[in-house]
């Protein structure tokens, strides 16, 4: 018993004998793999140019069939057949294996945006510039107090210092010379008083 899988239709497409089909590569090449599907025997060819100059028999055979070949450039590939009225499907690994869509039933629908109010949104609007004022106005007592306890730390700082040099510069009373003692004769020296000698 012969066994074909043949899995998604849609991956399979019609190809009309002599038509050259292109597979491009990109700059490191590809590895190509083509399954056919004939009525008739087919050969298939494959060349680097499109006019089929090089071209180099790939396989042949009929019903279904795989091909794999790899290519540094861009592989162009011909299906003859010798018969007429030949009918040739190709299914590449480069094909679209995407499953169209059969209806359009949707599951999900987006809800109709609701048209806001706008007394709530002026009230909101209200909200937010009073609190806004309160965070302000707080602010501003925070710093009238940082700046109150700032000043009181520096006039205690100073008035410390202050009296820290007082206590430093005063070492006790001075005393002053008593009047007329620098006219007093010494008693200790033992000098007396002047006077005129040939008087006596």
């Given amino acids: 018993m012969q066994v074909f899988k043949i899995k998604g239709l849609e ?4 190809v009309s004998p002599s038509e050259i089909i292109e597979f491009p590569a990109g700059y490191n090449g590809r590895v190509i793999s083509m399954q056919m599907n ?3 025997r087919v050969e298939v060819y494959a060349s680097a140019s499109e006019d089929m100059s090089d071209e180099k028999l ?3 055979a009929d019903g ?13 590939v011909q299906v003859r ?8 499907f190709l299914k590449t690994k480069t094909a679209d294996h995407r499953v169209h869509q059969i209806n359009e039933t949707k599951f999900t629908s ?6 806001r109010n706008s007394d709530v949104d002026r009230m909101m609007m209200l909200m937010q510039l009073n609190e806004k004022r309160r965070d302000e106005t707080m ?5 009238a107090v940082r700046k109150e306890a700032a000043a009181a730390i520096a006039a205690k700082t100073a008035a410390d210092e202050v009296i820290e040099d007082d206590a430093e510069g005063g070492s006790g009373p001075v005393q002053e010379p008593v009047s007329g003692s620098s ?3 010494s008693e200790a020296t033992g000098d007396a008083p002047t006077g005129d000698k040939d008087s006596k």
């Fill in 58 to 60: 790939l396989a042949s």
């Fill in 139 to 143: 602010r501003a007592e925070i710093d």
């Fill in 81 to 88: 057949a010798k018969g007429k009225g030949t009918v040739v």
């Fill in 183 to 185: 006219e007093a004769p």
């Fill in 110 to 115: 987006i809800e109709t945006r609701r048209r």
């Fill in 64 to 76: 279904l069939f795989e091909v794999n070949v790899s290519s540094r450039g861009s592989l162009f």
């Fill in 38 to 40: 004939t009525s008739d």
């Fill in 11 to 14: 991956e399979w497409a019609k």
